[in-house]
C-alpha cells in the first residue's frame, strides 16, 4: 500500500459545508517561495502528499499553481487550501475577488478549502468576512470554507450570527498545544487543523515523551508527534523541502500511541499559547 493510499482523512461540516474530506496531513509551504517552492510540492506529491496549504502572505502561490501543472497527480485527487489577508475582508464583492484572485494564481477553477488567514479584530470585518465565505461556497468557487487564528471569543461571534466554522487552523505543537481553544473547536464541531505541528526551534529529542515511544515503535520523535496530532483527530501541515522527511511526515498511519503515550504528550503542554496574539497581530 502507498502512503498516499494509508493517508487518512477527516470530514468537514459547517455553515453550507457537508461532507467534504481533508487528508490529516498535508504540506506546509511556508516560507518555501518561486523554484523551491514548485519543486518541494511536485516532490511531495510524488511521495504521496494529496493536501497542500498555501496562503496570500506566503507570496507562493504561483509556485503552488505551477507544481499543480507539473505533477502527475490529477487536480481531483489533491485537497488545496489557502488564505487571504485583511485587505479583502468585508463585503461578499470583497470577499470574491480575494478568491477569484487566488484561483488565477493558482491556475485552478475551485479551491477546495478558503481561510480567513488572521480574524483582524481591529477591523471588525471578520463575521462579515465568514458569512461571505459561505455564501461563495454555494457559488460554487470554493469547496469549503474556514477560519485561522480564531480565538474562542472570535468564533463566539460568528456563532451569534449564525455561522460554524467548518475548521480552525491554529499553532498546535506538543508544548503549545491549546487545549482549551482546542475543546472549543471541538464542542461547536469545529475541526483544528495545526501549522507549525512539530513546534520551531525547538528539539523534540529532549522529551522522553516523544522519545520513549518513538524507541519502542522505531519511528522518529518528529513522527510521534505527527501521530499525536492524527490520533488526536487534528490535521497537522508540516512544511519540509526535504524528501526524506516529507516521506517521514506522511508516514504515521501504520502505527498507533498508547493512551499513556497520549497523555504524556499531552502533559508538555507548557501553557504559553501562540507565538502570536490573534487580537494584536494580523495581516
Request: with cysteine; glycine share 8%; net charge negative.
Amino acid at each position: 500500500m502507498t502512503l498516499a493510499e494509508r493517508t487518512q482523512s477527516l470530514t468537514l461540516s459547517g455553515t453550507h459545508v457537508d461532507g467534504v474530506t481533508i487528508p490529516q496531513i498535508g504540506l506546509g509551504t511556508w516560507p518555501m517561495v518561486g523554484q523551491e517552492c514548485t519543486d518541494a510540492v511536485v516532490q511531495a506529491l510524488s511521495i504521496g502528499y494529496r493536501h497542500v496549504d498555501t496562503a496570500e502572505n506566503y507570496r507562493n502561490e504561483d509556485a503552488v499553481g505551477e507544481a499543480l501543472r507539473r505533477t502527475e497527480v490529477p487536480r481531483d485527487q489533491i485537497f488545496l487550501t489557502t488564505k487571504f489577508n485583511r485587505e479583502h475582508h468585508g463585503p461578499l464583492a470583497a470577499v470574491r475577488a480575494a478568491v477569484e484572485q487566488r484561483l488565477t494564481l493558482l491556475g485552478v477553477n475551485e479551491i477546495d478549502l478558503m481561510l480567513i488567514h488572521w480574524p483582524n479584530p481591529d477591523q471588525g470585518k471578520y463575521v462579515e468576512t465568514a458569512g461571505a465565505l459561505a455564501e461563495l461556497v454555494q457559488a460554487g468557487l470554493i469547496r469549503a470554507w474556514g477560519v485561522s487564528n480564531f480565538t474562542a471569543e472570535h468564533l463566539a461571534d460568528l456563532r451569534k450570527a449564525g455561522l460554524q466554522a467548518p475548521i480552525n487552523q491554529i499553532q498546535v505543537d506538543p508544548l503549545a498545544s491549546q487545549p482549551r481553544l482546542r475543546a472549543v473547536n471541538a464542542e461547536a464541531g469545529t475541526l483544528t487543523a495545526a501549522y507549525s505541528p512539530v513546534g520551531r526551534d525547538v528539539d523534540l529529542n529532549e522529551y522522553e515523551a516523544l522519545t520513549a515511544p518513538a524507541a519502542r515503535l522505531g519511528v522518529t520523535a518528529h513522527q510521534v508527534a505527527l501521530r499525536w496530532h492524527v490520533q488526536s483527530g487534528r490535521v497537522a501541515v508540516p512544511k519540509s523541502a526535504n524528501a526524506g522527511r516529507q516521506e517521514a511526515n506522511l508516514d504515521v498511519f501504520d502505527f498507533e500511541l498508547t493512551d499513556e503515550d497520549m497523555t504524556g504528550i499531552d502533559a508538555l503542554d507548557t501553557g504559553a499559547g501562540p507565538r502570536l496574539d490573534p487580537n494584536d497581530f494580523g495581516h
